[in-house]
């Protein structure tokens, strides 16, 4: 099959396609810095989860070690149950503590993993035991208007 | 009576665009169906890839990379109110994968390539080369329409990649390299931001839904133009707007089914 310049540049064009394909999935997306299968599944029940939602990130010392990958309501204890897909890299004592915290006053918010002293590490699928709730501004503001109420007047 | 006589005319006008509406459905699907044998004249798709993609691509890359700095111009000034400049790059990279890209691309895509489809076809329609066609047993539908949908659909996604690539690197032109915004956070809050199956993925689906829409609204109206001077030049003018109209209505529904909730 004879070859023209029209093939070259039909080639450049889809070569340039692709290339601008792999750039954005690599330079602007996350495909880059992103390890699936290296992960290990951990829960924990809240009893409030505020703002939290799925794909937010679980830091622990600031650094980010994985996702939150599932949140449902448990009908039988009544509480938020967070799956939490974290890297295996970072492996966390049983009695690690886990936060709802808030980035900035407003930001959006994640998870904070406090490592406790266990000598034992979680495992796929183990249940991390002890949880702090997210704050909720209108339930601080309620308690500090009440709290102002019960003092007495100067 | 004028009042009777609007009504009649609204009235023929739906059931005229009901009609063509089908006649266009029964094209599409005529057009699928003969595209295996455009498939095995390939260099048929390689000759309208040449003139739909390639010769788009000049404006495809000045637009891009134009939407690109104004997102990073705009963005910043918006940003620098709530001192969060440094978002600049997730803002600029997640509007133009999602939105910008597909639907500027095929605007533009529909202006420049769509036009010209419609305005050729109809053309060959106007001087009797179809009908010439069919005279020798040649199906135009497989020699002349096939290979220029498929050349559609393959170039529409790769050149809304590429406007959207240029327009992120646009943006970082303005962003960072003008105005200063640091680097680092730019590239490292759009990586954190920008999904590649959520977003990009997603871009490059609405990139080809509007491919098939544009390729096959400019084909219909070329191949449907009555065969006079002035049936062309209305043909051409239905197909970049009604093309037009389709692709951001398409991308209402299509960002409401994709991005729904989170």
């Given at each position: 099959m004879g070859r023209t310049t029209m093939d070259l540049w039909v080639g450049v064009f889809v070569v340039a396609g692709i290339g601008a394909l792999v750039m954005l999935a690599l330079k602007v997306g996350n495909l880059g810095t992103y390890n699936v299968s290296e992960a290990y599944q951990v829960h924990a029940y809240f009893s409030n989860i505020g703002g939290l939602k799925p794909?937010?990130?679980?830091?622990?010392?600031?650094?980010?070690?994985?996702?939150?990958?599932?949140?449902?309501?448990?009908?039988?204890?009544?509480?938020?149950?967070?799956?939490?897909?974290?890297?295996?890299?970072?492996?966390?004592?049983?009695?690690?503590?886990?936060?709802i915290l808030t980035s900035g006053l407003l930001g959006e918010q994640y998870i904070g993993l406090m490592p406790g002293g266990d000598d034992q590490m979680l495992k796929n699928g183990e249940q991390l035991k002890m949880t702090q709730s997210a704050v909720v501004l209108e339930d601080m503001i309620g308690k500090f208007l009440y709290s102002k109420a019960d003092e007495p007047a100067k | 009576m004028p009042a009777v006589n609007a009504i009649?005319?609204?009235?023929?006008?739906?059931?005229?665009?009901?009609?063509?509406?089908?006649?266009?459905?029964?094209?599409?699907?005529?057009?699928?169906?003969?595209?295996?044998?455009?498939?095995?004249?390939?260099?048929?798709?390689i000759k309208e890839l040449f003139s739909t993609g390639v010769m788009s691509l000049i404006i495809i890359v000045v637009a891009g990379l134009f939407v690109g700095m104004v997102l990073g111009l705009q963005g910043y000034?918006?940003?620098?109110?709530?001192?969060?400049?440094?978002?600049?790059?997730?803002?600029?990279?997640?509007?133009?994968?999602?939105?910008?890209?597909?639907?500027v691309a095929a605007l533009l895509f529909a202006s420049r390539a769509g036009s010209a489809m419609t305005a050729e076809i109809g053309l060959m329609r106007a001087t009797e080369q179809i009908s010439a066609m069919e005279m020798m047993a040649v199906n135009p539908i497989a020699r002349i329409v096939a290979p220029r949908f498929w050349a559609g659909v393959i170039s529409m996604p790769l050149l809304a990649a590429l406007f959207s690539a240029v327009g992120v690197f646009g943006g970082y032109l303005v962003g960072v390299v003008q105005i200063g915004v640091d680097e680092g956070s730019f590239w490292s809050q759009m990586q954190a931001a920008v999904d590649f199956r959520e977003d990009i993925l997603n871009g490059v689906l609405k990139s080809f839904v509007f491919g098939i829409v544009v390729t096959v609204i400019a084909l219909f109206e070329g191949y449907d133009a009555p065969p006079t001077?002035?049936?062309?030049?209305?043909?051409?003018?239905?197909?970049?707007?009604?093309?037009s109209l389709a692709i951001l209505m398409l991308d209402f529904v299509l960002?409401?089914?994709?991005?729904?909730?989170?």
């Amino acid at each position: 099959m004879g070859r023209t310049t029209m093939d070259l540049w039909v080639g450049v064009f889809v070569v340039a396609g692709i290339g601008a394909l792999v750039m954005l999935a690599l330079k602007v997306g996350n495909l880059g810095t992103y390890n699936v299968s290296e992960a290990y599944q951990v829960h924990a029940y809240f009893s409030n989860i505020g703002g939290l939602k799925p794909k937010a990130s679980i830091k622990s010392a600031g650094v980010l070690v994985g996702r939150v990958t599932d949140i449902t309501l448990d009908t039988e204890r009544y509480e938020a149950k967070v799956v939490m897909s974290l890297d295996k890299r970072y492996q966390f004592p049983k009695d690690t503590f886990a936060n709802i915290l808030t980035s900035g006053l407003l930001g959006e918010q994640y998870i904070g993993l406090m490592p406790g002293g266990d000598d034992q590490m979680l495992k796929n699928g183990e249940q991390l035991k002890m949880t702090q709730s997210a704050v909720v501004l209108e339930d601080m503001i309620g308690k500090f208007l009440y709290s102002k109420a019960d003092e007495p007047a100067k | 009576m004028p009042a009777v006589n609007a009504i009649k005319g609204i009235g023929h006008r739906t059931i005229n665009a009901v009609w063509r509406i089908g006649v266009a459905t029964r094209f599409f699907l005529l057009t699928l169906t003969h595209s295996g044998s455009g498939f095995r004249r390939f260099h048929l798709i390689i000759k309208e890839l040449f003139s739909t993609g390639v010769m788009s691509l000049i404006i495809i890359v000045v637009a891009g990379l134009f939407v690109g700095m104004v997102l990073g111009l705009q963005g910043y000034e918006t940003l620098k109110r709530y001192g969060s400049e440094s978002a600049l790059g997730s803002m600029v990279a997640l509007s133009l994968v999602r939105e910008l890209g597909p639907v500027v691309a095929a605007l533009l895509f529909a202006s420049r390539a769509g036009s010209a489809m419609t305005a050729e076809i109809g053309l060959m329609r106007a001087t009797e080369q179809i009908s010439a066609m069919e005279m020798m047993a040649v199906n135009p539908i497989a020699r002349i329409v096939a290979p220029r949908f498929w050349a559609g659909v393959i170039s529409m996604p790769l050149l809304a990649a590429l406007f959207s690539a240029v327009g992120v690197f646009g943006g970082y032109l303005v962003g960072v390299v003008q105005i200063g915004v640091d680097e680092g956070s730019f590239w490292s809050q759009m990586q954190a931001a920008v999904d590649f199956r959520e977003d990009i993925l997603n871009g490059v689906l609405k990139s080809f839904v509007f491919g098939i829409v544009v390729t096959v609204i400019a084909l219909f109206e070329g191949y449907d133009a009555p065969p006079t001077a002035e049936g062309v030049s209305g043909a051409t003018t239905r197909t970049v707007v009604t093309s037009s109209l389709a692709i951001l209505m398409l991308d209402f529904v299509l960002t409401a089914i994709m991005f729904r909730g989170n």
